[in-house]
Structures are given as C-alpha cells and as structure tokens.
C-alpha cells in the first residue's frame, strides 16, 4: 500500500501558490469548503517517488498567522490543531522571488512552529530580467531548511520541490527567530504555566483573537484564553505583535543582505508603467467601462448561442421521450419533469463559463486589485468595495454566475451584503416580462422627438434595479450585525499573462460547483412546480377533456385549438390553479387576477416562464409574442370591468418583477454560497415584500 | 504642522518617521510599513482615496484616512 503524507501549500496572495498547486495536482484535484464556513478548500493528489503519495493542501493566501479574516484564520487554525485530519507533514512556504522580503515574514512565523518547513522561491525566471541573483546555499544555512527555486509557469524546479517533499523527515524543525525577546518576562511566565506546550504555538492562540474576534473551534485552548495569560489588554497584545513583526523584519533584512543581490540599473518597472493608464483618473475609468462591456456582452449576447442549442437540445429530447415510450405519468414525469429540470440546470453553464473565464483573466492577471482601487471611493459609502463591482454588472446579465463571483471578496460582511443584493438588478430572464407588459402599458410615441417611451422605461428598469441594489447595500451595512475589518489594505501585485491552465481549471471548477451544488435544488424544485401544475383534484381536473369537448361541442373546433381549451383547463383546476386563487385576494390590491396569480407562482421556476404559462391559461395557439399581447389586451378585470392589463396594473407588475426574488435558481446558489437556508430566505421574505408593496403602492396610486 | 503620506506628491520619496500602533493595522506593518522604510507615492485615485503607495519594495493601496495617520521625513 502506499504511504500518504500531508502537504500544506502556504503563502501570500499573488505568489503562484495556485499555479504550483495545479502544477503539482494537474486535474486531480477537489474544491470543496471547510465544515460550516463557505472558505474554499482545495486539495489535490501528488505522486512522489518511493510510492509515496502527497496529499496536498492549497490554504488560502495569507501575509501572516496574525489573522485578520476568515480566510486567514482557516490557516491558522490548521497549523495549529495536531489532532486534525489536515494537519501537515511538511508545509511548503511559496514565495516569489520579486516580494522575497516580505514572504519571509510568513516563512519564519511558520517555521517557528516547529512543523518542517520547505521554503519555494517562484518565479525564478524572472530573475534575470530583473537582474536579482541569490546565493541559496547560504540561505539554507542561514534559514535551516532546504530552498527551491521554481517557476511554476515554465514548468521548472518542480521535479526537485518534489524530491525535497519526500525527503521531509532530513528537514530540521528549530526555529529562525525568537519570538520571546520581544517582552522575555511574559513569555517565561507563559512557559512555566504551559511547559508541554510549543512557546509560539500559545502565543498564536493568545493573540489569535486581537485583530479576528471570531474562530476558535479548538477546544484544547480555551483554557489558555480564559486562564491568567488573557490579562495583557488588547493594546498591549497588539503592541507586541506589532514588535515582533519589527523583530522578524530585522532578521529578515540582516539575511537578505548577505544573500540577495539586485542590479538596480538592470531592473525595469512594467507595472508602474502600466498603472500610469490603466488606473488613470479618466483612462482607467474609460478602460474598465469597455471590459465591463465585453464582460457583458459575453454573458448577455454571445453566450445566449450555446443557449439555445441546450433549449432546443433539451425540448427535442423531450419530445422524443414522450413520442417514443408508452405514455403515462413516468413517461411525462420525465418528459415534462425531470428533462426540462435538468435543461434549467444546464442553461446556465455558458453565462458562468463565461462570466468565470473573464473574472480568472482579471485576477490572475492583477487586473482585478486595479478595479478595487478604481472603485473603491465611490463603493465604500455604500458599504461596499471596488470588488463587489464585477458582481453587480455580471448581475444585469444573471444573477447566478454573479453571486458565484462573490467568492473573491475577502470580507464576509461585504460578500454577503453583496450577494443579498445582486438579484436586485435586471437579470436578462426579466427581459421577456418586461418587454411584453411594456408593449402593452406603455404608448409606442417618442418624446422630444429623440427618445422612445418605451425604450425609456425600460431603462428605467434598469435603472431601478440598480439603484435598489446599491440603496439595499447601504441599508444592510448600517443593520447587518456583523464585524467587519475596518481597515483597508490591498496589495497592487505586478501584471502577469494569465495562464491558460489556471483559467481552464477555474471555469471548470466553477462549473462543477453549480452542477452539483445548486443544481439538486433546482432539480427538486422543477419536480415539485411540474406534480403541482400537472396534477389536480375533483371532477374538473379528471374528465377536463370531457368537460371541455362538451361545452365547446357545437362550435366546430379544430383538433388543436381544442388541445389548448384542454391544457388552459387543466391548468386552471390542477394544484398551481388552486393555489393562483387562493393568493387571488392577496394580489387583487395589486391589479391582478388568479390567472396572474398562476403565473406569478409558476415563474418561481425561472421569471421568463411567466409569459409561457400565461400563453397556456389563455390557451393561445402559439405562443408568439404579437398574439399573446393581442389575447392579454383582451384580457377583461373580473371585478372592476374594463381592461385588465391597464397603466396601473401594468407598472404594477413591472415593478412586481423589479423587486421579487422570482427565481430558485438563485436561491439555490445563495443556498449554496451562504451555506444555509437563513440567507436565502431572509433574502425571499425581503424582496417578496418589498415587491409586494411596491406594486400595491403603485396600483392604488395610479388606478 | 507634521507630514503624513497624504501629504506626498506623486512621484515623491520620503522615509516613514512613526505612528501610533492603534492606528495603523498590523497587516500594514506586514506588508513591510516599519519606521525607518522608505515609501514611494506612484498615484492616487480621485479624491485621493484610495491612494497607491510603493512601500519597501512592496505595491500596495491604502486608504485616505490611514495614510493620513503615517508620519514621514520628506528628505528620505
């Protein structure tokens, strides 16, 4: 059998720590979270030499075991629980060669936990273009541990990085800095109370809590905390944290000098060049609005291609299936069930494709802190940062890609306030609702002899959508009762070629983590919404089709007009129907009746499927839109006479779709995202409610 | 009065003279913004918020109000 050894990938953000990682793991690796927090957790496989198989653990990018989020703390806390499944064998340091500095700093709080220690220096090629030479016997000697130079994009020293993980045990465990100097007599009181325990191990767990009040799931320490060593206040415990970030920066400092060299005149700054454009007051801004655009049109126009081959793929299947096989409830419960269940699954892979393969070029490409910097100013008086920006336009073309991308804002406050909102904004399944209660509300003239009055409010639409997202954010960071990092510190990392691997290995991820994650909810949903409109109780429902012949006997209809009276009537007594006239009183205020009422329910499955379900219950022969709009012009108000589709009832609905969380795919992925169902139906109740009382408010007022 | 980091000009280089330990986040002190470093203004957005530091070899972007809590020695 083969012997398994755990590896932990540590280092700062922006090192190629990921690159490693899918260098050493290829395609064989897991994304998954860590149990009852939504951190990313990826691990992967690595066959060594001997037969020896690395478990490899890709943490999450830290500057430091002082944590100060989430993400940080994960890193922390697996370093130091020994009782964990995780618990490394080896921990492999990446630094990159142009910020060696600063990396080291982790390097020594790590190796001082006494866990053997490998440091990797990426990025080795670029040493000569930055004319960096660095003498790594000496670094060895000076450090304690074994150093390898790699550069994970050309594919180089990984053979030998794999060779120093198998020879783990030769690695020496001592530290490389005394933390106690920095106040001897705490520390000694610390020792004495705690003799069995690592010196720096319990200073962790002391200061653990000062900048991050939040993860201790380690239950061996709650005792040191509480005990007498909690008595340093919290200035004090800073201040010490602050000293010994000063005393490892001064062993840092002395051991660079002795072995790295930079030719300064031989070094040139592309990065500081590029920024002079793209994070310039007037081009930077310029140049993000044209990727936003790309971005957008990607989601919204060229993957609507893909889209409906899936449609069309999906229905002919269908088709098939109920043509092909003998009929009765198994054969349409997967032919109007479970197949169009998984085409709403399916659907959506082209929007998140692309949305991730431009969010993967962005980040690994540094683009994306330039868009926080850009960003910043305006989105911070909203509670927001640059970072919520790409999910809030992705947001106008679906929401579900979007919410996804959330996954890159470090602050979970921000993260989940912009996940709340996102569904806010016009998502492109609201378009087919929109378009047709304009065409019929709204009169076709111009104003000012420019602008259309219905190309207007449907960028009042749009306008709405975004303002209630923005508004919502601003609300939820005053009443939202989470702590939140209050500073603001990003790294501006140099500008790279994104890797090709990299993107594929994100969008496919990503991918995957719909599929399997949203997607059984939204596969149970669309079982439940099809039992619902296709089943039903009592007479009416069972013998439809002889109810209906009879009563339109005399009229001499045709075969397929007749199939329609059939269907709208079926409709109309299965379990949706009696639910549309149950909520009837409940939406009259509103200006709609039960057959609004059906479609509204119906079109939780997906916003455009109102416009389809209205077709049925009027029973319109083919669903075009001009006869649709024709049959709901005619549509009379059973209580107040007259139209029912009038101005009022018309900006009631739109505003209905403005704000209504009409769509379990969404909330499948909040779900998923916020790892619960509190988020997502907090998320519900609100918007339903804010919908809600939009639309009575708009009714009332303008009937 | 004293001089802070918001106070550079772009392009100017000064060495980073004190500040209270409250008051400047540890992961500010990690990225390498320790007395005696030098720093390098390279840009600032509108408003001057956020702003684009060089810190000791580091690129990174802090906000306004930080920056104006970090003293320099101009004549670094």
């Known amino acids: 059998m083969a012997r398994s050894i755990n590896v932990a990938l540590i280092g700062n953000p922006n090192t190629g720590k990921t690159s490693l990682f899918n260098r050493l793991t290829g395609l064989n690796q897991k994304v998954g979270n860590y149990p009852g927090i939504t951190v990313e957790k990826k691990e992967g ?133 005394q933390s106690s100097i920095i106040d001897p007599a705490y520390f000694d009181r610390l020792r004495a109370a705690y003799p069995n325990q690592l010196l720096y191990k319990l200073w962790l767990v002391i200061t653990q809590d000062v900048n991050f009040g939040k993860v201790d799931r380690n239950r061996d320490f709650e005792n040191i905390k509480k005990g007498s060593f909690a008595i340093k206040s919290e200035d004090d415990l800073k201040k010490l944290q602050h000293k010994e970030t000063v005393v490892r920066y001064q062993f840092i400092n002395g051991l660079l000098k002795k072995v790295h060299k930079i030719d300064a005149a031989n070094a040139k700054d592309l990065r500081s060049k590029l920024d002079r454009i793209l994070i310039h007051k007037i081009w930077g801004y310029l140049i993000f609005f044209m990727i936003l655009l790309v971005i957008f049109q990607a989601i919204y126009d060229w993957s609507s291609y893909p889209m409906d081959w899936i449609d069309q793929l999906f229905a002919s299947i269908s088709t098939f299936i109920a043509s092909s096989l003998p009929s009765g409830p198994l054969t349409s419960l997967l032919a109007e069930g479970i197949i169009p269940g998984l085409g709403g699954i399916v659907i959506f892979i082209p929007q998140i494709a692309f949305l991730f393969f431009f969010i993967a070029l962005l980040e690994e490409s540094g683009y994306m802190s330039r868009v926080v910097f850009l960003m910043d100013h305006i989105m911070k008086k909203f509670g927001l940062s640059g970072k919520s920006v790409v999910p809030l336009v992705s947001g106008t073309a679906c929401a579900i890609p979007a919410v996804m991308a959330t996954r890159n804002i470090e602050d979970w406050k921000e993260r989940l306030i912009t996940i709340l909102v996102v569904p806010f904004t016009t998502c492109s399944a609201r378009l087919p609702v ?219 609905l739109l505003l209905f779709y403005a704000f209504a969380m009409q769509c379990m795919s969404t909330l499948a992925i909040v779900k998923r995202e916020t790892n619960g169902w509190k988020w997502p139906a907090v998320q519900f109740s609100a918007m339903t409610l804010i919908a809600y009382f939009a639309a009575l408010g708009a009714f009332q007022l303008l009937q | 009065m004293k001089k802070t980091i918001a106070h550079l000009k772009r392009g100017e280089h000064a060495i980073i003279k004190s500040f209270k330990e409250t008051d400047v986040p540890l992961k500010l002190l990690e990225m390498g913004c320790l007395p005696g470093n030098e720093v390098v203004m390279m840009q600032s957005a509108p408003f001057q918020d956020p702003i684009y530091l060089n810190i000791n070899g580091t690129h990174l972007a802090i906000r306004r109000e930080t920056a104006c809590k970090i003293y320099v020695d101009p004549h670094g």
């Open chain 1, 45 to 177: 496989v690595c066959k060594l030499d001997r037969g020896l198989k690395a478990h490899i653990l890709d943490l999450p990018g830290t500057y430091s075991l002082n944590t100060s989020s989430l993400d940080e703390s994960v890193v922390v806390e697996t370093l130091l629980n020994k009782n964990s499944r995780d618990f490394p064998d080896v921990a492999v340091v990446v630094s990159d060669i142009e910020n060696l500095k600063r990396n080291l700093l982790l390097f020594t709080q790590i190796k001082d936990l006494e866990i053997p220690t490998i440091l990797v220096i990426n990025m080795a090629d670029r040493m000569e273009r930055k004319a960096i030479t660095l003498d790594i016997d000496l670094m060895e000697q000076e450090l304690n541990t074994k150093v390898v130079l790699v550069s994970a994009r050309k594919n180089t020293g990984i053979d030998a990085l794999k060779e120093a993980i198998t020879q783990y045990k030769t690695l020496s465990t001592n530290p490389c800095v």
């Open chain 1, 434 to 652: 929109y378009l047709i209660i304009i065409a019929l509300v709204i009169p076709d003239q111009d104003v000012w002899w420019v602008f259309n009055l219905q190309g207007l409010t449907l960028m009042l639409l749009y306008l709405l959508g975004f303002g209630a997202a923005i508004f919502s954010a601003w609300v939820l960071n005053k009443v939202l009762p989470i702590q939140r990092k209050a500073f603001f510190v990003m790294e501006m990392p140099a500008y790279k070629v994104p890797m090709g691997k990299n993107v594929l290995i994100t969008v496919v991820e990503k991918t995957k983590s719909f599929v399997l994650g949203a997607g059984k909810i939204i596969m149970a949903i669309s079982i439940v919404l099809w039992v619902l409109a296709s089943y039903g109780l009592g007479e009416q429902f069972t013998n439809a089709e002889q109810i209906v012949t009879q009563k339109y006997a005399s009229q001499g209809l045709t075969e397929s007009e007749l199939e329609q009276k059939i269907a709208s009537h079926e409709l109309e007594y299965s379990f949706i129907g009696y639910i549309g006239k149950a909520i009837e009183p409940a939406v009259r205020p509103l200006g709609y009746d039960w057959k609004i009422g059906i479609a509204i329910v119906s079109s939780f499955a997906a916003r455009e499927v109102f416009v389809g379900t209205l077709a049925t219950i009027y029973s319109v022969e083919n669903a075009e839109e001009e006869t649709i709009k024709n049959r709901m012009k005619a549509e009379v108000n059973p209580i107040l006479g007259g139209p029912l589709f009038t101005f009022a009832s018309g900006i009631s």
